[in-house]
């Protein structure tokens, strides 16, 4: 009775929201040509390397932070055992262009299955996985019930619960609760999420805490940061002219980082800024917002040869997969998602680039990290605006300071690697031998 009422109202909920679903592809696009594969549905090719035989681990990932965790498992997976494939299935289009960039020759991409029963039974008689691994918290309740009835194990690995979702998951214990305790074993990355997990009704003996994968993730790229310092030069931004940047930038951010831009200007006009948003299609906001303070703009989308531009000009760097490249170029960073809006965005990145990172008061999607790196002193957080500002102007008026803080960074974030070939060993223990 409860998981027919549950999907009486997910099919509600879906037909409700349709519309808003139809809007959204229209304005992001990617996944409008596979939109087939939320039924459990596959174009002929896909079904047919599906069906080949081959024996493959499904991996389910988000968005792009998820399936950046998921490319890591996966490299990870087949060090340990080469003759091993993958099924990679994501959520978003940007988690499918980020996924496209992780698969191997043998491995399939899918959109995942909405969590509808014959959608779910079409997606798993395809897939017919070895084993199924989430990435994070996307636990749909059909989809586990469903592949572990086929007697694959179930993993759930860098698992949080953020503060917005605790609540939730707290109150529908009696609905979690039975998910949580089909997974095999769940790998959490934080004494905190443990115990929520714990709170949403998972056996305590499901759960190891080993500390999150995505210090593993993040890799310096040293021909994007080659190249992408050619493309500077070019415009006029000169080798040994310091870099603010702005790394995943929401709305109201990049007005911030303007205003810290022209104050630190006055104190030394051979600075230079990079805003990287978070979303590329709200770019055109970004540039209106540089243009209103007043500030010539170079948009890296639509100047692929750039003309040198004047001493103040500032870049928005709305192309896809670079932003690790540019860490590596910057100097003082601000981290977005972290001032105004919730969550956070990843700091890791720049931290192991050596960079001086600086964050708002909004971290909460990276509590393991943040504890870790504060500790480390390796880190600044601005307990509001104003403290940010604060932060960003002190370590540009002193780059002994910020190169100070960027190399206890970098050792911060080396120190934190592992995880994830532990984890990877543990998955493969589970598994078939052939």
């Not at 990843?346 to 790196?373: K, Q, W, Y």
């Not at 803080?405 to 995880?419: D, F, K």
Request: charged residues 25%; hydrophobic residues 45%.
């Amino acid at each position: 009775m409860k998981w027919t009422l549950y999907n009486l109202l997910f099919a509600v909920a879906y037909v409700a929201l349709m519309p808003k679903f139809l809007v959204h592809m229209a304005r992001r696009g990617g996944y409008a040509n596979r939109f087939a594969d939320r039924f459990g549905r596959y174009p002929r090719d896909v079904a047919e390397r599906l069906g080949d035989g081959r024996p493959r681990v499904w991996i389910h990932a988000v968005s792009v932070g998820e399936v950046a965790v998921a490319g890591q498992l996966m490299d990870e997976l087949r060090r340990q055992r080469p003759d091993i494939a993958f099924v990679l299935s994501v959520t978003s289009s940007t988690g499918w262009t980020q996924a496209q960039r992780q698969i191997g020759a043998d491995d399939v991409l899918i959109y995942g299955p909405l969590d509808y029963p014959g959608c779910v039974r079409r997606a798993v008689r395809a897939v017919a996985p070895l084993a199924y691994v989430i990435t994070e918290t996307e636990l749909w309740p059909n989809v586990i019930r469903q592949t572990a009835r086929r007697g694959a194990p179930v993993f759930l690995v860098n698992a949080r619960i953020s503060d917005r979702s605790a609540p939730g998951y707290r109150r529908l214990r009696c609905w979690f609760g039975p998910v949580l305790n089909l997974l095999t074993r769940i790998y959490a990355q934080s004494d905190l999420d443990a115990r929520r997990l714990e709170e949403a009704g998972c056996d305590a003996g499901r759960i190891a805490v080993t500390g999150t994968m995505k210090f593993d993730v993040a890799h310096r790229v040293p021909e994007k940061e080659a190249a992408l310092r050619a493309y500077l030069t070019a415009a006029g931004f000169s080798p040994d002219a310091p870099i603010l940047l702005g790394g995943s930038t929401w709305p109201g951010e990049d007005a911030f980082l303007l205003a810290v831009y022209r104050k630190a200007l006055a104190k030394n006009p051979r600075l230079r800024l990079i805003l990287v948003p978070r979303h590329f299609e709200k770019a055109d906001d970004v540039e209106m917002a540089v243009r209103t303070a007043g500030f010539p703009c170079l948009r890296k989308s639509r100047a692929q040869n750039p003309e040198r531009q004047p001493q103040d000009a500032v870049l928005v760097a709305d192309t896809t997969g670079e932003l690790m490249g540019f860490y590596g170029l910057a100097d003082v960073v601000f981290v977005g998602k972290s001032l105004f809006e919730a969550g956070g965005q990843n700091m890791i990145e720049p931290c192991l680039c050596g960079c001086a990172t600086v964050v708002g008061p909004h971290t909460e999607n990276f509590r393991p990290v943040m504890s870790d790196l504060l500790a480390q002193d390796a880190v600044l957080q601005g307990a509001d605006p104003a403290a940010t500002e604060a932060h960003l102007l002190a370590l540009l008026a002193d780059p002994g300071t910020a190169k100070a803080l960027g190399v206890r960074a970098s050792a911060a974030v080396e120190g934190r690697r592992g995880v994830t070939p532990r984890i990877a060993a543990e998955i493969l223990r589970a598994l078939p031998s052939a």
